[in-house]
T-cell receptor, first 116, second 117 residues
């Protein structure tokens, strides 16, 4: 049961344009969502997060939008740079307290390629 | 954010052997988490490690295969026992830190890339 889905395995964008990475989820108990960037054989780097009580969070070139009714979130990168080329993972957390706090469910990832 | 260091960064292991991965954090944290990313796959949580108590394992992972230690608030180890080629993965240590606002954030170490031959 894939509770977090990133349906686009890859995305190719021209430098300077907007990159939009999408993520869908099925578990309505998820209350916190995060985006990570990952290079091969390295650990994920935290980019931005959003609580389920918000619909938008912005940090520099990165903006995350959350549509709770559609169980959909997206990461916008503007303007895209070649250094943004990496795998992007969407992750979700269900706060059930105790040891489950902080347990993340990840999507499959989307490979972003930004062309100069 | 916390600085998370893992050792080894990568290793090639013989089938049937065991390897212990170390995770050191530069600040005290309550919970540490161990994840695995198999080739071409997403990240999957193996277990949650609290200091002073037994680790909590996710479905599909057992203590005999992945024993975990958490001797203090800055250190944890994950052992991959009796390794087979299917254990070839990146193993990631992570910690939870307050990120302000309404939630905490999970930060990851650089990962330990194990290849079992």
């Amino acid at each position: 049961d894939q509770q977090v889905k990133q349906n686009s395995p890859s995305l190719s964008v021209q430098e300077g344009r907007i990159s939009i990475l999408n993520c869908d989820y099925t578990n309505s108990m998820f209350d916190y969502f995060l985006w990570y960037k990952k290079y091969p054989a390295e650990g994920p780097t935290f980019l931005i997060s959003i609580s389920s009580i918000k619909d938008k969070n912005e940090d520099g070139r990165f903006t995350v939008f959350l549509n709770k009714s559609a169980k959909h979130l997206s990461l916008h990168i503007v303007p895209s740079q070649p250094g943004d080329s990496a795998v992007y993972f969407c992750a979700a957390r269900q706060d059930t307290g105790g040891t489950s706090y902080g347990k993340l469910t990840f999507g499959q990832g989307t490979i972003l390629t930004v062309h100069p | 954010s916390a600085v998370i260091s893992q050792k080894p960064s990568r290793d090639i292991c013989q089938r049937g052997t065991s390897l212990t991965i170390q995770c050191q954090v530069d600040s005290q944290v309550t919970m540490m988490f161990w994840y695995r990313q198999q080739p071409g796959q997403s990240l999957t949580l193996i277990a949650t490690a609290n200091q002073g108590s037994e680790a909590t394992y996710e479905s599909g992972f057992v203590i005999d295969k992945f024993p975990i230690s958490r001797p203090n608030l800055t250190f944890s180890t994950l052992t991959v026992s009796n390794m087979s080629p299917e254990d070839s993965s990146i193993y990631l240590c992570s910690v939870e830190e307050p990120a302000g606002g309404s939630g905490n954030t999970i930060y990851f170490g650089e990962g330990s890339w194990l290849t079992v031959v």
